[in-house]
């Protein structure tokens, strides 16, 4: 055993519990998959793969509901992070290291509204309420009707 493989081993294999399947599905989706992020991110055809920092975190694509960019400031300079919520009312942060611009964070962005219809992609202050207030009703807005989208495109 490495210590790579240690640390790699429980979050792995936690997310083919979890989602209920086998390594070849997901190597599957793996290789199959767009590499939105430069060795970091990876959108297959049902899983968003991450592997930033040596680790390993994976989501279904069909479970997100919101995505948008944040960044704050540090020390060491501006830190971006792509913030996921679900449709089990989870929130997830992806930290995006190095030499991240705004101009690659919108193309990540374009990249996840043009290719998930479900998807609200942006912040503002009227979702994150809705979120917080009226989550049935933040569905409506584009996760059910998109997810139609999709299964009918999917379809034909």
């Keep these: 055993f490495t210590l790579f493989y240690c640390l790699l081993r429980n979050p792995f294999q936690n997310a083919l519990k979890k989602y209920n399947i086998t390594e070849q599905d997901l190597d599957y ?3 199959h998959a767009d590499e939105v992020v430069k060795d970091m991110i990876y959108v297959g055809k049902k899983y968003l793969i991450s592997t930033i920092y040596a680790g390993f975190f994976m989501i279904k694509i ?3 509901v919101w995505m948008y960019k944040s960044y704050s400031r540090g020390k060491y300079g501006k830190y971006y992070y792509l913030v996921m919520h679900t449709v089990d009312k989870k929130k997830y942060t992806l930290i995006i290291p190095g030499e991240y611009d705004d101009a690659q964070e919108d193309a990540v962005m374009y990249y996840f509204s043009q290719k998930f219809p479900h998807v609200i992609i942006g912040d503002s202050l ?3 309420k809705m979120l917080k207030k009226d989550f049935d009703n933040f ?3 584009k996760y059910y009707p998109g997810l139609q989208k999709e299964q ?3 379809s034909e």
């Design 29 to 31: 989706d793996y290789q």
């Design 152 to 154: 009918e495109i999917h």
């Design 62 to 64: 069909q479970d997100i």
């Design 139 to 141: 569905l409506q807005i």
């Design 126 to 128: 009227k979702a994150r």
